[in-house]
């Protein structure tokens, strides 16, 4: 099976992602967190690129003032993932760790990152089980109600030990092109003579649904010689970016409202004109705002 599974995916694995293509491990790091909520799609064509650009080692990363490379991460959203890069590059001084345990000392590296790190990067005979990989297992093994721990369990008896790199590669590419959430292509897996869950796949990987929030928002607009006013925002999700104004709900000088989702958040955004503000704002010049440390909510109000 696992001589089949390598040659499912010598012909079929997206073997151009160029995280695959590299033996710097700053930048598969780099990569892992980039796709931990973000898609393959965008993480290649725009953000790893783009980020890499400006911070090209974990060093340089690490010199850098928070601010720019919160203004690099702008877009991606999730902007602790952002802090912790940075926080490591200083701690680490440009120079990851090997070991799993070490890598699991830092900031914003969870189990998950570690293996991959230790496997794609270092390729050391480990698991790695994201959530692709998981839903493979928990179909090939027939698993209900399996716990993380249970599903880590399986994914070793399965490992590949001569070849676990590319073990862990194949699995997880099988997952996110054939094994789908919904309707698996079982009829073309390389998988399917051993794989106890093909007759009713969706059963082992039935999810609940997330339960949405929606909130009402109300920002002040207030510019001033070309320049417009932001805050600094004080909740630890959006710590160390920059924000519109907050208001109370006004019955003038109503701009525009728009949609906006975040996580599990259904936003009504509601803009207003501002003729004087009393709060401690940082200017910023419009021209300027691209390179801010602003999120995609405060771009889509202004840009
Ligand atoms: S046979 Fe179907 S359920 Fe089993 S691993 Fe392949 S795609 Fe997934």
């Given at each position: 099976m696992q001589k089949t599974l390598l040659q499912w995916y010598e012909a079929n694995g997206r073997h151009e992602l160029?995280?695959?293509?590299?033996?710097?491990?700053?930048?598969?790091?780099?990569?892992?967190?980039?796709?931990?909520?973000?898609?393959?799609?965008?993480?290649r064509d725009e953000y790893y690129p783009q980020f890499l650009a400006k911070f090209p080692?974990?060093?340089s990363l690490g010199e850098a003032p928070l601010e720019e490379v919160l203004s690099a991460w702008s877009g991606l959203g999730y902007y602790s993932r952002a802090r912790n890069l940075h926080k490591t590059a200083q701690l680490t001084q440009g120079k990851l760790p090997s070991?799993?345990?070490?890598?699991?000392?830092?900031?914003?590296?969870g189990s998950y990152t570690a293996s991959a790190i230790c496997s794609f990067g270092h390729h050391?005979?480990?698991?790695?089980?994201?959530?692709?990989?998981?839903?493979?297992i928990k179909r090939f093994y027939a698993l209900?109600?399996?716990?993380a721990k249970n599903i880590d369990t399986h994914a070793a008896q399965l490992l590949n030990h001569k070849e676990s790199r590319a073990?862990?590669?194949?699995?997880?590419?099988?997952?996110s092109l054939l094994c789908l959430p919904k309707n698996p292509k079982c009829d073309i897996c390389p998988l399917r003579e051993q794989c106890r869950g093909k007759e009713e796949p969706e059963l082992y990987t039935q999810t609940k649904k997330t339960k949405y929030e929606s909130l009402e928002l109300f920002y002040g607009i207030?510019?001033?010689?070309n320049k417009i006013a932001l805050t600094q925002t004080e909740g630890s999700m959006y710590k160390g970016m920059l924000e519109l104004p907050s208001v109370e709900p006004l019955e003038e000088d109503f701009l525009r409202s728009f949609k906006h989702s975040y996580t599990k958040y259904r936003l009504t955004v509601n803009l207003y004109h501002l003729e004087e503000i009393e709060k401690k704002c940082i200017w910023i010049a419009m021209d300027e705002l691209h390179a801010a440390p602003i999120s995609s909510l405060v771009k889509k109000a202004l840009l």
């Open positions: 160029p995280w695959r293509n590299t033996t710097d491990i700053y930048h598969i790091y780099l990569s892992e967190i980039m796709l931990q909520q973000t898609q393959v799609n965008r993480v080692t974990l060093k070991e799993y345990k070490e890598l699991l000392k830092l900031p914003g590296i050391q005979g480990i698991t790695v089980v994201d959530t692709n990989i998981a839903r493979v209900l109600d399996a716990n073990h862990n590669l194949a699995l997880m590419d099988l997952g207030y510019i001033r010689n």
